[in-house]
């Protein structure tokens, strides 16, 4: 089994300007990282994930929305990321058709050609699992949600710089929380399930050298981050379903449903304190 992450860069490029990098990560049912670095594109990301997966099952857990039926405002998956999370100070950007930026979608049109499939994370027993998953994910919510981690009151500040300080001390400050984050990620060999970063040169790096106060050398360490987070989220699916998981989105109504009848999802790790009330049976 392998466990996909992909910390997508939303914007998909021109032959002027490229796309940003995305960060990529893959897993296995033991925690070892098998492969992790970055690639520009929906091509070439694409071709990263199906050589990671190979002819194994996977779960590909991918931060940027894959599934956009609203013409205009906010999913109801992204509503309840704030409802259910934003004790923590974590929310969700408002998605929909009208953004020049869908990346997410293109991924999977292109994945779902190889024949990956968007699942919604619950697992009906009487329905055949696909060889290759997709779902989306949130990283934010794996952090605060996760109580591994240690994020009992708010999410770390390890992406924009804190506001209302003078630049020098604000790239220090941000330093400081990415070190600290990576270092509570080395802590997870013994989590169940695992991740183990030390375990391939890539993300080893992550634990030996300091994290870079310059923006695109911030930016290069935060993709890959975000990319094991995700991976570390759909083992944590896989290993736990909705013990560990809430599926934010699930219950949405029929008008916000593209066209096949899928919902748009979000996979989220909760604590119990966290977990939204599910609606009850229609009647």
């Not at 099952?57 to 940027?64: F, L, P, S």
């Not at 205009?72 to 408002?94: D, F, H, I, L, P």
């Not at 699992?129 to 990283?139: G, K, N, Q, T």
């Not at 699916?237 to 449903?257: K, M, N, T, W, Y």
Request: aromatic share 4%; hydrophobic share 40%.
């Amino acid at each position: 089994m392998r466990f996909v992450g992909v910390d997508l860069a939303w914007g998909e490029g021109t032959a002027a300007k490229p796309a940003n990098e995305t960060g990529l990560c893959v897993i296995d049912e033991h925690g070892t990282v098998q492969g992790a670095g970055w690639a520009r594109g929906i091509e070439a990301v694409a071709d990263w994930i199906l050589t990671a997966v190979g002819e194994s099952r996977a779960i590909v857990a991918v931060d940027a929305p894959l599934v956009v039926p609203n013409a205009t405002g906010m999913r109801e998956g992204e509503k309840q990321v704030g409802r259910a999370y934003g004790r923590w100070k974590v929310s969700a950007n408002a998605t929909n058709q009208a953004l020049k930026w869908l990346g997410g979608v293109t991924l999977r049109d292109r994945l779902e050609e190889a024949g990956a499939v968007v699942v919604s994370g619950r697992h009906d027993p009487a329905a055949q699992r696909p060889r290759v998953s997709l779902v989306e994910c949130y990283p934010y919510t794996t952090l605060v949600g996760m109580n591994e981690l240690g994020y009992d009151d708010e999410r770390p500040r390890y992406k924009r710089l804190p506001r209302g300080v003078p630049p020098v001390e604000a790239r220090a400050a941000r330093a400081i929380a990415t070190d600290d984050l990576i270092a509570r990620l080395a802590r997870l060999d013994t989590a169940d399930p695992p991740l183990r970063l030390a375990s391939h040169p890539v993300t080893a790096e992550l634990l030996t050298s300091p994290t870079p106060l310059a923006g695109p050398a911030h930016k290069h360490r935060e993709d890959l981050i975000d990319a094991a987070l995700c991976a570390w989220t759909a083992a944590i699916l896989h290993r736990h379903g909705e013990a560990r998981v809430q599926l934010l989105g699930l219950d949405s109504p029929i008008d916000a449903q593209d066209a096949t009848g899928r919902p748009a999802v979000i996979v989220a790790p909760a604590r119990p304190s966290q977990r939204l009330p599910r609606p009850g049976p229609a009647g």
